[in-house]
């Protein structure tokens, strides 16, 4: 594929669909969302609206670290403070299913309805990607920015309508437009972070106590894995525990899974095989964390696993 023909292709597209109406899209960091973020600022300018929405489940920091990338790109994005209001959606919740369906309710019903009303925007801009759509049609598992596939009427229900101009590239092929657009390479070859954020690497009920501890994990494995070269890279906590020791007595702890794989583009994936100093550091550090006293590493490729864990 030309990818600067592809550019230039969504850039025209975005301001015949668009016209003089203003747009708004959420970032979180990853290619998907940084790349649409640039295309719809280079095709809108000021009528462009990005904003962070700080939900409670992302990485530790990464609010403030993705809005000055993007400032430092001449490119301004509203931080949102959203945490109570996802919190609250998910207590009690330990389906996957009911817990991305609380998230994506409360990202477009609540979140975004109100910046709607705000900004005036007409459109909204999504980092879907060929695979979200496969995998939510195929009844795999639900993308929260998948929305028409599933029937939905965004306009209809949220009042604005939706813009995917990503929607025909795999992971590979938006990197490639990544580096046709310029961005900075920390953002092009940032490894795939879930839109429902770490509520997808907590089995079982979402709640602050937990998300600090999966939250800690995955900087440890962030960290360790950074130069590994692997697609991707996480941290899941379980919700089973296990008998353990700490300081001499007996501790009920928590388990927490690494996954390490390698893809081209996240529709199949096989296991790192990492070395055996790497595997004990990383167990060292993570049953280090408090309350956590297992550290397991997960072999299984895709199919028949998934990359997350919901």
């Known amino acids: 594929m030309d990818y600067e023909k592809f550019v230039d292709l969504q850039i025209a597209e975005i301001k015949e669909t668009v016209g003089d109406a203003t747009a708004i899209n959420a970032l979180s960091g990853g290619v998907d969302s940084s790349v649409v973020t640039v295309l719809g600022h280079r095709a809108l300018g000021g009528r462009f609206k990005t904003y962070f929405v ?50 994506t309710k409360t990202f477009y019903e609540k ?18 990607i060929l695979t979200d759509i496969e995998e939510t049609v195929a009844g795999i598992k639900r993308q929260h920015n998948i929305l028409a596939q599933l029937g939905i009427d965004p306009q209809q229900a949220y009042g604005y309508t939706v813009i995917e101009p990503l929607k025909t590239l795999r992971k590979d092929g938006v990197r490639e437009v990544a580096k046709v657009l310029g961005l900075p390479a920390e953002l092009t070859r940032r490894i795939p972070f879930p839109g429902p954020a770490l509520a997808t690497r907590i089995i079982g009920e979402v709640t602050e106590k937990r998300l600090q501890t999966v939250r800690a994990a995955t900087v440890i494995v962030e960290d360790e894995l950074a130069d590994s070269g692997a697609f991707q890279y996480l941290a899941v906590l379980l919700n089973d525990k296990a008998t353990g020791i700490r300081d001499g007595g007996r501790e009920f702890g928590e388990i927490i899974v690494v996954r390490c794989i390698e893809s081209v583009d996240a529709r199949t994936a096989t296991a790192t ?15 280090k964390i408090p309350g956590v006293n297992r550290c397991l590493y997960d072999l299984t490729p895709k199919p028949p696993a998934t990359v997350e864990y919901i």
């Open 54 to 103: 700080d939900s409670a489940l992302m990485r530790a920091g990464e609010p403030e670290h993705i809005v000055k990338i993007f400032a430092d790109m001449g490119i301004e994005v509203g931080l949102v403070d959203a945490r109570a209001e996802f919190l609250a959606a998910l207590e009690g919740l330990t389906d996957p299913e009911e817990k991305r369906e609380a998230v």
């Open 111 to 128: 979140v975004f309805s109100r910046l709607v009303k705000e900004t005036g925007a007409k459109f909204l801009f999504h980092g879907t």
């Open 273 to 287: 095989e990492l070395d055996w100093p790497k595997l004990n550091r990383i167990c060292e550090r993570i049953t």
